[in-house]
Structure formats: structure tokens, C-alpha cells
């Protein structure tokens, strides 16, 4: 069984930023895709970012673009998302997911999940 455990959420000012952490144990997840992915109250779940464990390709939501960077620490066996420019829409319980495709599309198709990490952005 593998564990994705995520951290480093709270309370943050409208341009602010925070860096959030997933941390995986259980098993080794070098050929796996690792995505965000984040809900909002009375929101569908939707994806943030996502990143093989080499850093070689990497995808991002519109919405994010240019204010998020997702990124691997393999030694630690750590994906990060680095948020900028936070804004009161961001606002959101943040889960880490792997997948074991290569690019996973939906939800559907990432295998294990975090039980998420609440940010919350004020103006």
C-alpha cells in the first residue's frame, strides 16, 4: 500500500505564498506521475499540476500558470507545489495523488491519494 501524506497548508494574506509537500512512502514510485489536485467548498474536485518523479514533464492548469510550480525531490521521495501570488479563489483543500500512466487524465486515473491539506487565501 502506498501513503501520500501532504503538509505546509494555513492561513495566508492574498499574495502571499505557500509551499505545499506530499510525501510518499510504501513503495517506489520513480515511474509514477504525480499530480495536485484541489477542492473548493461547494466545488467539484480539479487539477492543479502535475509532474513525473524525474521533473522532465510537467503540466499545469490555466489557472495557475505562471503563480504555481510543482516540482520533485527524489531523495526524499517529496513533490512540492510552490504557490505565488495566492489569490481568495485558490482557496481550497489541496490533495497529492500518483498515478501509474504517464499522463493520467482525470481523476479516475490517479491511483493513491493524500487526505489533504486546507489553504486558505484572505484578502
Known amino acids: 500500500q502506498v501513503q501520500l501524506v501532504e503538509s505546509g497548508g494555513g492561513l495566508v494574506q492574498a499574495g502571499g505564498s505557500l509551499r505545499l509537500s506530499c510525501a510518499a512512502s510504501?513503495?517506489?514510485?520513480?515511474?509514477?506521475?504525480m499530480g495536485w489536485f484541489r477542492q473548493a467548498p461547494g466545488k467539484e474536485r480539479e487539477f492543479v499540476a502535475r509532474?513525473?518523479?524525474?521533473?522532465?514533464?510537467?503540466y499545469y492548469a490555466d489557472s495557475v500558470k505562471g503563480r504555481f510550480t510543482i516540482s520533485t525531490e527524489n531523495a526524499k521521495s517529496t513533490v512540492y507545489l510552490q504557490m505565488n501570488s495566492l489569490k481568495p479563489e485558490d482557496t481550497a483543500v489541496y490533495y497529492c495523488?500518483?498515478?501509474?500512466?504517464?499522463?493520467?487524465?482525470?481523476?479516475?486515473?490517479?491511483?493513491?491519494w493524500g487526505p489533504g491539506t486546507q489553504v486558505t487565501v484572505s484578502s
Open positions: 495523488a500518483a498515478s501509474k500512466w504517464s499522463v493520467p487524465g482525470t481523476s479516475k486515473e490517479y491511483d493513491y
Open positions: 510504501g513503495r517506489t514510485f520513480s515511474s509514477y506521475t
Open positions: 509532474i513525473s518523479w524525474s521533473g522532465t514533464y510537467t
